[in-house]
């Protein structure tokens, strides 16, 4: 399954592709689909199009330019069943029961075709890619690692046995987390390809979506509605003190109230959560809010929620907060900085859109900046604008005249689904972490990329450690050198 923004593109079997609409997680709407000729086992997104490991139907590359009608562009067979897929650039790699990883060269999608394979294994269930090297889990169960440089003919530099039955693989630095049936998560060190090793075997929060770092605590929010508490005083180390489920269907969006001890969190609620003993944080309050909420910051006593328009919540009594107005934008909001008296929105396909929020009671649109893509992220630092975009990397805009903001600069990262300015550098989630050096916002400038298990969704800077929320890979801690 992969998500882009308010979609789902589903594996669904038998039935093909599925593209739902979560714009409202409580009725999630299905939009387009496609059947294939085999079961739908895996997908990979990139670009206009879905490439799906299709079972017996090899590979199938779904046009999805239009979600309500995608329609099948090209396919490439295989010898057996494909149960995984992963693209890079312009291969395709495919792991299949009994046939081991097909190399596909996607340059035209209408035309795959294979180029390379290696078949020295048993049942692959999960690939993944990075670089010239692919990780492939198989039923020995064992993790292969392979060199594709080139890709015509894959050689196999290492392999390390995995407990349990591999069904997932997601990459960081130089370690390969496992997911793995009956034997929960592997941790693998590849940092020398030709010897993985088992370093030992953990738990993480699956499925992490959203978090805050207050302190020594990292509050984070998963899918179907959980909070957890994360000791981080020791980074190295971090260790879960508390949990709250909460009747939130979605992953919930939180930011520390200025009132404490008290934290907002939202999904299709709104909810004040007492955090005083972090080891048993529990909800005090709720706003019933009809539609998702994408964003929420907190600032002057009041909630700034993000829900296609501006909604703005009163704080100032924490266990009775009430809505006291809202502000229609050209465009669908995905996120919300408020500073100086006004809201800075990522306005979906409007771009930016600048909201005077001098009196709250009375929000209204002042200035707006057009960008190429669709907006869904953004942090404000000094008179910059940094806009994340879902197809057109980070867009930098000058806002030193609200009324006037003008675009500069931008990166391309493609996909940008959060973004944090402190100093000089810029801190970018977008599936992998990006480090921008943006002394000087006319011309950003990448200083590191870093590989993370699952897609990094969410970041968060606190002295010397940045907080990742990675879809599949739960709370990851990185060390600023």
């Known amino acids: 399954m992969e998500v882009a923004g308010a979609l789902i593109y589903a594996a669904a079997m038998r039935y093909g592709l599925g593209i739902f609409d979560i714009g409202d997680p409580a009725a999630p709407v299905e939009i387009g689909s496609c059947d294939t000729p085999g079961n739908a086992y895996d997908l990979a997104l990139a670009g206009n199009y879905v490439y799906v490991a299709d079972g017996a139907g090899g590979l199938r590359v779904i046009d999805v330019s239009d979600p309500t009608a995608p329609y099948e562009a090209g396919a490439c067979p ?6 995984g897929v992963a693209v890079a650039g312009r291969y395709a790699y495919l792991v299949t029961a009994r046939s081991g990883l097909r190399v596909i060269d996607v340059s035209d999608p209408t035309a795959p075709h294979e180029v390379g394979a290696y078949t020295e294994m048993l049942v692959a269930q999960c690939v993944a890619v990075a670089g010239n090297h692919v990780y492939v889990g198989d039923t020995t169960p064992e993790l292969h690692v392979l060199d594709v440089g080139d890709p015509a003919a894959p050689v196999k530099l ?22 793995s049936a009956w034997a929960g998560l592997r941790v693998i060190d590849v940092g020398t390809p030709t010897v993985p090793t088992e370093t030992g075997a953990v738990t ?11 302190g020594e605590h990292a509050y984070v929010t998963g899918h179907w509605g959980s909070l957890w508490v994360v000791d981080v005083s020791d980074p190295t180390e971090p260790m879960l003190l508390g949990h709250c489920a909460t009747p939130t269907s979605s992953p919930g969006r939180v930011a520390l109230m200025e009132v404490q001890p008290y934290l907002a969190m939202c999904a299709d609620n709104f909810l004040v959560i007492d955090i005083g003993d972090p080891a048993v944080p529990r909800e005090v309050a709720s706003v019933y809010i009809r539609g998702l909420v994408y964003a929420l910051r907190v600032s002057g006593g009041h909630a700034y929620l993000a829900v296609t328009d501006l909604l703005i919540i009163d704080l100032s009594d924490p266990i009775s907060p009430k809505v006291v107005s809202t502000c229609d934008t050209p465009g669908q909001t995905r996120d ?3 500073t100086g008296g006004y809201a800075y929105l990522a306005d979906g396909p409007a771009g930016l859109t600048i ?34 975009t879902r197809n057109a990397g980070l867009r930098v805009i000058d806002v030193g005249d609200p009324t006037s903001p003008v675009e500069i600069s931008q990166y391309d990262c493609t996909r940008v689904r959060d973004v944090e300015v402190v100093g000089k550098l810029a801190y970018v989630a977008g599936g992998h972490f990006y480090v921008l050096d943006v002394s000087d916002p006319a011309a950003p400038r990448e200083v590191g990329i870093y590989s993370v298990p699952g897609n990094a969704y969410v970041v968060a800077v606190s002295g010397e450690y940045v907080y990742l929320a990675c879809r599949e890979g739960g709370l990851v801690i990185l060390k600023l050198r």
């Open 78 to 83: 295989t010898p057996s069943p494909a149960y």
């Open 158 to 179: 290492g392999g390390c046995a995995v407990s349990g039955s591999p069904k997932e693989i997601a990459l960081q630095g130089g370690r390969v987390y496992v997911a």
């Open 204 to 214: 993480l929060l699956g499925d992490a979506a959203h978090l805050v770092v207050v």
């Open 336 to 338: 919300v900085v408020v």
């Open 355 to 388: 909201v005077d929020v001098s009196d709250p009671t009375a929000p209204v649109v002042v200035g707006s900046c057009a960008v190429p893509g669709e907006a869904n992220s953004l942090t404000v630092a000094g008179d910059h604008a940094y806009l994340g």
